[in-house]
């Protein structure tokens, strides 16, 4: 059967460290991957986008890795911050679908001082 | 520049009565999505539309669940009859299109509660 995983366990980590989150998929063939920050009450905000083709996105203190082989995506946020507590959603769309977006449950992220 | 505008935020329904659920796409965006999130569970997909064209409405329920995106105004989510199992918070997102990119924005949400 389809899944996407991830580490449905909250993630506390200090203040100034990096955070890594994962994101696992089974029988899927993704044309791209993404991922979401939601906060309590609101809807998710998109972050980065990492195609089938790509190995590795940046953007400021986020960076995304991707691995068709181990089927398997890495959220990684350098430096973190309180502020950057959240859920974090990794989402996929299937090659020859058209657009729909397959999330995972979600990782909290807990930053503390 | 505002965002996907989803109305109302809050909605209260009795089992048996019927539920719409409102998005307003961001200005340029002429495609819509409409998500699902239960209780400590993902969003689950529901439906993709255009502008009065459904082009995926595989995760729509067979019964009750009804949506469109008509030429003039927002796309419209309805839920009739309802029951304590469609308590949700309802999303949509739109984008500009498949590859133009393909980022979804998500608007705030819809909570609804069915006593």
């Known amino acids: 059967s389809q899944k996407i995983e991830q580490n449905s366990e909250a993630l506390n980590i200090q203040e100034g460290k990096t955070a890594t989150l994962t994101c696992n998929y089974t029988?899927?063939?993704?044309?791209?991957l993404q991922w979401y920050r939601q906060d309590p009450g609101r809807g998710p905000v998109f972050l980065l986008l990492?195609?089938?083709?790509?190995k590795e996105k940046r953007k400021e203190r986020l960076k995304v890795t991707f691995d068709t082989t181990l089927k398997q995506s890495l959220f990684h946020i350098t430096a973190s911050q309180p502020a950057d507590s959240a859920t974090y959603l990794c989402a996929l769309r299937e090659t020859g679908t058209a657009s729909k977006l397959t999330f995972g449950t979600g990782t909290r992220l807990q930053v503390t001082l | 520049n505002a965002g996907v505008m989803q109305n109302p935020r809050h909605l209260v329904r009795r089992r048996g009565q019927e539920a719409r659920l409102r998005c307003s796409p961001m200005?340029?965006?002429?495609?819509v999505y409409w998500y699902r999130q239960l209780p400590e569970e993902g969003l689950k997909f529901m439906v993709y539309?255009?502008?009065?064209?459904?082009?995926?409405e595989s995760g729509m329920p067979k019964e009750r669940f009804s949506a469109e995106f008509p030429k003039e105004g927002p796309s419209i989510l309805r839920i009739q009859q309802v029951v304590r199992g469609d308590s949700a918070a309802y999303f949509c997102?739109?984008?500009?299109?498949?590859?133009?990119?393909?980022?979804?924005?998500f608007g705030p949400g819809t909570r609804l509660l069915v006593l």
């Open positions: 200005k340029g965006h002429s495609h």
């Open positions: 029988n899927y063939s993704p044309a791209y």
């Open positions: 990492i195609r089938e083709n790509e």
């Open positions: 539309l255009q502008k009065e064209n459904i082009i995926d």
């Open positions: 997102a739109s984008s500009p299109g498949p590859g133009r990119p393909e980022t979804q924005y």
